[in-house]
């Protein structure tokens, strides 16, 4: 008899599901016979990461039968410069995901409560789960921005963490810093208060200096190498918080956690401010042509600050499955109940049209 081993796992392993990550372009290539395919489902960077950091990655490809340095100490030092912060105020993870999982591990567990908004980026409520802590979902006001007043509200002595995504994943919305010091002063001193900037770069300029904005005893920013940077694949994030908080955090990381080419790519990135804001720049641009061209056909979803876009339409999974059948890979938002929406990465200018062309088709095709 095979044994039950979900009997044996620990209790919240029933209440979770692994992560479903944007379709890989190689899969979609299998499914679907083609030789080529544009991937506008994971909000990366169409340009790759700066030139720089590929160097480094090269000179230091060599070095990896050693262990990386666990400290990350480089980098440790160029981001405490870059945003004039003390370094044991840095937590590095693998990924901003790992960030975020590790400290809402280190403060929340059974019987404790992590607040967050419904449709926010839903890897809070996966590592709320996985820590085996309750999950407090609130409904956004609208169907798509944070009701912060609502999740201030919903905090009670059992909450340990509060997440906010800003700008939102997949909703796109973005709370600017008085907004969110207002919503700060109305929680606990007690509480960490995740603020998630992982599309920070983008909106840089309407948004200002976050880090040094804001304030509360528990305010963590969490960013990341994986957006604005290009290197998604390398799996670097970071927070700045509270020395006592990243110190707990740091409990909690495996060692090693930032692998040895990943740091030296992070370092060389954030070196290269021209290569970004040059990206960044692009990116904007573009998104604006996308939101311009799905707004003439009568089918953008909401105004998105960030590197992704919203198509809203009825018929959703025949737009997605005829997408696919081209060769486009959106993001279906069924999992964050918008079976009406399809998230759109912008792409480079390309692969922008080559989506626009496809849907222009396929609504043609809808409508036969
Ligand atoms: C809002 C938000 N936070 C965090 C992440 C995690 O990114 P990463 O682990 O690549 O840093 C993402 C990724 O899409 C995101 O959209």
């Given at each position: 008899?095979?044994?039950?081993w979900m009997?044996?796992a620990?209790?919240?392993?029933a209440?979770?599901y692994?992560?479903?990550?944007?379709?890989?372009?190689?899969?979609?290539?299998?499914?679907?016979?083609?030789?080529?395919a544009?991937?506008?489902?994971?909000?990366?960077?169409?340009y790759?990461?700066?030139?720089?950091?590929?160097?480094?990655?090269?000179?230091?490809?060599a070095?990896?039968n050693?262990?990386p340095d666990?400290d990350?100490?480089?980098?440790?030092?160029?981001?405490?410069?870059f945003h004039?912060?003390?370094r044991?105020?840095?937590?590095l993870?693998?990924?901003?995901n790992?960030?975020?999982?590790?400290?809402?591990?280190?403060?929340?567990?059974?019987?404790?409560?992590?607040?967050?908004?419904?449709?926010g980026?839903?890897?809070?409520?996966?590592?709320?789960?996985?820590?085996?802590?309750?999950s407090v979902s609130?409904?956004?006001?609208?169907?798509l921005?944070?009701?912060?007043?609502?999740?201030?509200?919903?905090?009670?002595?059992?909450?340990?963490?509060v997440?906010?995504?800003?700008?939102?994943?997949?909703?796109?919305?973005?709370?600017?810093?008085?907004?969110?010091?207002?919503?700060?002063?109305?929680?606990?001193?007690n509480?960490?208060?995740?603020?998630?900037?992982?599309?920070?770069e983008?909106?840089a300029?309407e948004?200002?200096?976050?880090?040094?904005?804001?304030?509360?005893?528990?305010l963590?920013?969490?960013?990341?190498?994986?957006?604005?940077?290009?290197?998604?694949?390398?799996?670097?994030?970071?927070?700045i918080?509270?020395?006592q908080?990243?110190?707990?955090a740091?409990?909690y990381?495996?060692?090693?956690?930032?692998?040895?080419?990943?740091?030296?790519?992070?370092?060389?990135?954030?070196?290269?401010?021209?290569?970004?804001?040059?990206r960044v720049?692009?990116?904007?641009?573009?998104?604006?042509?996308?939101?311009?061209?799905?707004?003439?056909?009568?089918?953008?979803g909401g105004?998105?600050?960030?590197?992704?876009?919203?198509?809203?339409?009825?018929?959703?999974?025949?737009?997605?499955?005829?997408?696919?059948?081209?060769?486009?890979?959106?993001?279906p938002?069924?999992?964050?109940?918008?079976a009406?929406?399809?998230?759109?990465?912008?792409?480079?200018?390309?692969?922008?049209s080559?989506?626009?062309?496809?849907l222009n088709?396929i609504?043609a095709?809808l409508?036969e």
């Open positions: 008899m095979s044994m039950d009997a044996r620990v209790p919240q392993t209440g979770l692994p992560y479903v990550p944007g379709k890989p372009v190689e899969t979609l290539l299998r499914e679907k016979g083609l030789s080529r544009v991937k506008l489902a994971s909000n990366e960077n169409p790759g990461p700066s030139p720089k950091a590929v160097i480094a990655m090269q000179n230091a490809a070095g990896v050693r262990y666990g990350a100490n480089l980098l440790k030092e160029a981001l405490a410069a004039h912060v003390n044991d105020q840095l937590l993870g693998n990924g901003s790992e960030v975020l999982d590790i400290l809402i591990r280190t403060f929340a567990g059974a019987g404790d409560e992590v607040v967050f908004s419904s449709r980026f839903i890897v809070y409520a996966l590592a709320a789960q996985a820590a085996g802590a309750t609130i409904p956004e006001a609208d169907g921005t944070h009701d912060l007043d609502a999740m201030a509200a919903a905090v009670t002595e059992k909450t340990k963490v997440c906010v995504a800003n700008p939102n994943n997949p909703t796109g919305t973005l709370h600017g810093n008085s907004a969110l010091q207002a919503f700060l002063d109305k929680l606990p001193r509480v960490v208060v995740i603020i998630d900037e992982a599309y920070y983008f909106v300029d948004q200002g200096d976050s880090v040094h904005e804001l304030s509360h005893p528990g963590v920013i969490s960013r990341t190498f994986s957006k604005a940077y290009g290197l998604a694949g390398c799996r670097v994030g970071y927070a918080a509270d020395a908080i990243v110190a707990l740091n409990r990381r495996e060692p090693f956690n930032l692998n040895l080419l990943a740091q030296v790519a992070a370092v060389a990135a954030l070196d290269d401010r021209e290569w970004v804001m040059a720049a692009d990116n904007n641009s573009q998104r604006e042509r996308l939101e311009s061209a799905l707004k003439t056909l009568g089918l953008l105004r998105c600050f960030g590197n992704f876009v919203l198509l809203q339409h009825s018929q959703c999974a025949e737009i997605l499955r005829r997408l696919e059948d081209r060769g486009i890979i959106p993001r938002l069924a999992p964050y109940g918008m009406d929406y399809l998230r759109i990465s912008v792409g480079s200018a390309e692969e922008n080559e989506f626009l062309q496809g088709l609504l095709e409508q």
